[in-house]
């Protein structure tokens, strides 16, 4: 079993910057891919980033290219989301989820964070 904390997230100002942790607990998840994924007022939740087990392959949505930057450190079983340049419509609740390999698609990742609500004002 896995468990994923998601913190970091807050209110900021158009244009400021966040970052958002993800601390793993459990079974280890140096070998699991993880991602990130975003829930608006009123949307379904949608990608954002993913990362691969080492860290040397990253997909981001076409939204936050650019703009965000997903990392992780395994010693410390974490993984970040450093968000910049942030938006009204980055908007949404935040989660983090674990998965056995790199993907854009929900069904992919099996353990997921309760997530992190990220206000972006204008």
């Known amino acids: 079993q896995v468990q994923l904390v998601e913190s970091g997230g807050g209110l900021v100002q158009a244009g400021g910057s966040l970052r958002l942790s993800c601390a793993a607990s459990g079974r280890t998840l140096s070998w699991s891919a993880m991602g990130w994924f975003r829930q608006g007022p009123g949307k379904e939740r949608e990608f954002v980033s993913a990362i691969n087990w080492s860290g040397g392959s990253t997909y981001y949505a076409d939204s936050v290219k650019g703009r965000f930057t997903i990392s992780r450190d395994n010693a410390k079983t974490t993984v970040y989301l450093q968000m910049n340049s942030l938006k009204p419509e980055d908007t949404a609740v935040y989660y983090c989820?674990?998965?056995?390999?790199?993907?854009?698609?929900?069904?992919?990742?099996?353990?997921w964070g309760q997530g992190t609500q990220v206000t972006v004002s204008s």
């Open positions: 989820a674990s998965g056995t390999g790199l993907s854009y698609f929900e069904r992919s990742y099996n353990y």
